[in-house]
């Protein structure tokens, strides 16, 4: 099993920054992609921004060259560096993690965090 704890959430004005926190701990092989997401009360979840285990990023236009997403292999955690925020960023981020539990397969599970609040004021 993997255990993700988030971290850095909180309050800000607009324009500033915060940086996401996701570490990954337990029982497992290897750790495919990484992802976070966000969600506001009455509204689907999200994708925000993905980074794939060779490194690739996507982003979620409306975060494009704000938000920059990255992943540290040897320590097992992903960050989300949030600049320029806004307003409507407001939202609970989610982290994601897909996840092989045994060298004796090529099973990606995937995983959440519990969520950390992002509040960013105008």
């Known amino acids: 099993q993997v255990q993700l704890v988030e971290s850095g959430g909180g309050l800000v004005q607009a324009g500033g920054s915060l940086t996401l926190s996701c570490a990954a701990s337990?029982?497992?092989?290897?750790?495919?992609?990484m992802a976070w997401y966000r969600q506001t009360p009455g509204d689907q979840r999200e994708l925000v921004a993905l980074?794939?285990?060779?490194?690739?990023?996507n982003y979620a236009d409306s975060v494009k060259g704000r938000f920059t997403i990255s992943r540290d292999n040897a320590r097992n955690t992903m960050y989300l560096q949030m600049n320029s925020l806004k307003p409507e960023d407001t939202s609970v981020y989610y982290c994601k993690v897909g996840a092989v539990l045994s060298w004796t397969t090529s099973k990606v599970r995937d995983y959440w965090g519990q969520g950390t609040q992002v509040t960013v004021s105008s």
């Open positions: 337990g029982s497992f092989f290897s750790l495919d992609h």
């Open positions: 980074i794939s285990s060779g490194g690739s990023r």
